[in-house]
């Protein structure tokens, strides 16, 4: 059975960082697109950024360009977030997932998601 494990969530203030990390297990990992998502209290879901399975492509969510940086790790099958200048708008629920597919913005195209690791940005 896949899983995603998120950590790295946590509270901080405006303007700090933080990096999350999405560790995967029994997955071909190099052979899947990995993606962020998140989802504020009483909002949808959505796409933050995404990486392709060498690393070579990456696309994020207009909001987080030049704050947020994905990245990855084939050899230890964790992908990351680094999270710069966090703003109380980023407050939310980030989720981890994979797709077999090319990197995408649509949450319906992930084949499989961690529960999550929840981000508090105080002002």
């Known amino acids: 059975q896949v899983q995603l494990v998120e950590s790295g969530g946590g509270l901080v203030q405006a303007g700090g960082s933080l990096r999350l990390s999405c560790a995967a297990s029994t997955l071909t990992f190099s052979s899947y697109a990995m993606e962020w998502f998140r989802q504020a209290q009483g909002k949808e879901r959505e796409f933050v950024a995404a990486?392709?399975?060498?690393?070579?492509?990456?696309n994020y969510k207009d909001s987080v360009k030049g704050r947020f940086t994905i990245s990855r790790d084939n050899a230890k099958n964790t992908v990351y977030l680094q999270m710069n200048s966090l703003k109380p708008e980023d407050t939310a629920v980030y989720y981890c997932?994979?797709?077999?597919?090319?990197?995408?913005?649509?949450?319906?195209?992930?084949?499989?998601w961690g529960k999550g690791t929840l981000v508090t940005v105080s002002s």
């Open positions: 997932a994979a797709t077999r597919n090319t990197i995408a913005t649509n949450s319906y195209a992930m084949d499989y």
């Open positions: 990486i392709n399975w060498s690393g070579g492509r990456t």
